[in-house]
């Protein structure tokens, strides 16, 4: 009598979600671009950083720059706050940073701006 063989059950790698790794990528490249100047960068940091590999950011972003030129683009909140009414604006303004913050966790670009606010030595 032979033993039939069956494969070994192996578990599908988990699917990655394409939305939750870009915004992975995006708030390492942000936290890397607050503390380190943009050409001493390199995307196997940001890869490291936001713990996936350098060829899927190519993948999502193409280059360094357009990864950067996205980091840096606040298209999506000024879409948001051009739907304030605008004797609402300043509040709706406000409103929409102290959101976007409390979603994302603290993002190191605002710290930098919002530093002066916090006296010389303001917590960066």
Request: proline share 5%; no cysteine.
């Given at each position: 009598m032979s033993a039939v063989s069956t494969p070994p059950t192996t578990s599908a790698p988990a699917r990655r979600d394409a939305e939750a790794t870009k915004t992975a990528i995006l708030k390492a490249a942000r936290h890397l671009l607050a503390r380190h100047a943009h050409a001493d960068i390199t995307l196997k940091a940001v890869a490291e950083r936001a713990?996936?590999?350098?060829?899927?950011?190519?993948?999502?972003?193409?280059?360094?720059?357009?990864?950067?030129?996205?980091?840096?683009?606040?298209?999506?909140?000024?879409?948001?706050?051009?739907?304030?009414?605008?004797?609402?604006?300043g509040r709706h303004m406000v409103r929409h940073v102290l959101v976007s913050q409390s979603q994302q966790g603290a993002d190191p670009l605002l710290r930098i701006v919002f530093a002066p606010l916090h006296g010389a030595q303001g917590d960066i």
């Open positions: 713990g996936v590999s350098a060829p899927l950011i190519l993948k999502y972003f193409g280059n360094k720059d357009t990864l950067f030129a996205r980091v840096m683009s606040f298209e999506t909140d000024a879409d948001a706050l051009l739907d304030a009414p605008l004797d609402e604006l």
